[in-house]
């Protein structure tokens, strides 16, 4: 299958900074990444749709001024936690899927952040 | 409203076979993933489904129901590895996938 490389695998950071987390289709072109996050023994959430060149599509509930999302190019999105709070201390997860008839989502590693 | 339901917890015995459930009501379907995922780990493909029948593919096996909107993934000759939480998910008509709560699988010697 193809690789989604999701960068760092965990971060610590002080609250109030801003944390970015970078991911990266790395044998396709990804048109469209999602981003994820999930609580201990919980399901994944999604946080937000990006299609390369167009603004997120943010899902209700999910501070788009907090969690900002940039998708410039087909094989890399970022997604920033800004002011980042101790109850933003979660598991985040992207993935990447080429066109819209394909059919699996790829998975990054994951990002763990603790906000301390 | 889109709903897919799954068991929360299940317990099994090593060696043994598991079945996993999972039932589904989505505005349109354009196929259903399984997915594994270990504590603290991004999920995993295990199988994807769009027509019916069942798929095989070594120990794990996934059927698909469109009519009855059902799912299940048949775990044989399980292993302690395999202790995990199973993801049912399914993609809706505007290709968005619609996730389960997951299920939690817990493998006893």
């Known amino acids: 299958g193809a690789v989604v490389s999701q960068h760092p695998s965990w971060v610590i950071c002080k609250s109030g900074t801003s944390v970015k987390i970078e991911c990266r289709s790395l044998?396709?072109?990804?048109?469209?990444m999602f981003w994820y996050r999930q609580f201990p023994k919980q399901s994944l959430m999604l946080m937000a749709t990006?299609?390369?060149?167009?603004?997120?599509?943010?899902e209700q509930g999910v501070e788009k001024d907090k969690f900002l999302i940039n998708h410039a190019s087909l094989t890399l999105s970022t997604l920033t936690v800004t002011s980042a709070h101790p109850e933003d201390s979660s598991f985040y997860i992207c993935?990447?899927?080429?066109?819209?008839?394909?059919?699996?989502?790829?998975f990054g590693q994951g990002t763990r952040l603790t906000v301390v | 409203g889109q709903n897919i339901d799954q068991p929360t917890e299940m317990t099994a015995t090593e060696g043994a076979i598991v079945q996993i459930n999972c039932t589904y009501q989505?505005?349109?379907?354009?196929?259903l993933f399984w997915y594994q995922q270990h504590a603290g780990e991004a999920p995993t493909f295990l199988s994807y489904?769009?027509l019916d029948g069942l798929e095989e593919k070594g120990r794990f096996s996934s059927f698909l129901s469109r009519s009855k909107g059902y799912s299940y993934l048949l775990l044989k000759e399980l292993q302690m590895k395999d202790s995990a939480s199973y993801l049912c998910?399914?993609?809706?008509?505007?290709?968005?996938?619609?996730w389960g709560a997951g299920t939690k699988l817990i493998i006893k010697p």
């Open positions: 993935s990447a899927r080429g066109d819209k008839g394909d059919t699996e989502a790829f």
């Open positions: 489904n769009v």
């Open positions: 990006s299609n390369e060149g167009s603004k997120a599509t943010y």
């Open positions: 998910a399914v993609i809706d008509s505007n290709y968005q996938l619609i």
């Open positions: 044998d396709f072109q990804a048109t469209t």
């Open positions: 989505t505005s349109g379907f354009n196929g």
